[in-house]
Each structure stands twice: as structure tokens, then as C-alpha cells.
């Protein structure tokens, strides 16, 4: 019934910059927060970025002032990040608390996941 689409992750050097996106769609009553996660080889999934339902937005130590979450739309969520250093390259997930037409109870959704990696 939902799904998260993630969109432009790719090939960077260090110091350089992407955005990523997640486009969520379907039977959508509501989305609560909605953040970004990334998982590298061999390491636990964490938490990069996320904006909660009050519009608050949270970020990981390791990216403070270096990457920015943003909605685009409402249904519609960017990660700018800039700066990139090698150790950001993993694989990039899009994280949603929803809440759909049929369902009064919100769940979370996952994207896919899309890899960025960044060369030294």
C-alpha cells in the first residue's frame, strides 16, 4: 500500500556533495517522521537524519553541519550532504512513519535502500 522510493545516490569524491531523495506514495492518510538510515559493510544500520512530526529535525554526530534533511513535499524528503568523506559510503535508506487510508494505526516503511559511495 506505501512505498519509498530512494533516488540519487551514486559515485563521489571526498569533499564532494549529493542529494539524496525518498518520494513516498500510496494509500496515504498521513506520514508522521520520516528520516534517513544508512548501513556500511559489516556495520549495523543507523540513524543519519530524521524529521519528526513536530517538524523537528535530528541528526547523527557524524554528519552535523555537513549534511541537511528537508521535505521537498509533503511526501517528498531530501538528505543534502556535503563534505562527503569516504566513511559515509553505505548503502542509504529511507525511513517513514505512516499512517494509510486503511489502517488508523501508523506503521514504519523502508525504502530499498540506494548505495553511495565516496573515494578517497
Known amino acids: 500500500q506505501v512505498q519509498l522510493v530512494e533516488s540519487g545516490g551514486g559515485l563521489v569524491q571526498a569533499g564532494g556533495s549529493l542529494r539524496l531523495s525518498c518520494e513516498a506514495s500510496g494509500s496515504i492518510a498521513r506520514i508522521n517522521a520520516m528520516g534517513w538510515y544508512r548501513q556500511a559493510p559489516g556495520k549495523q544500520r543507523e540513524l543519519v537524519a530524521i524529521s519528526t512530526t513536530g517538524g523537528r529535525l535530528n541528526y547523527a554526530d557524524s554528519v552535523k553541519g555537513r549534511f541537511t534533511i528537508s521535505k521537498d513535499n509533503a511526501n517528498t524528503l531530501l538528505l543534502q550532504m556535503n563534505s562527503l568523506k569516504p566513511e559515509d559510503t553505505a548503502v542509504y535508506y529511507c525511513?517513514?512513519?505512516?499512517?494509510?487510508?486503511?489502517?488508523?494505526?501508523?506503521?514504519?516503511?523502508w525504502g530499498k535502500g540506494i548505495l553511495v559511495t565516496v573515494s578517497p
Open positions: 525511513n517513514a512513519n505512516i499512517r494509510v487510508l486503511t489502517n488508523p494505526s501508523p506503521m514504519n516503511y
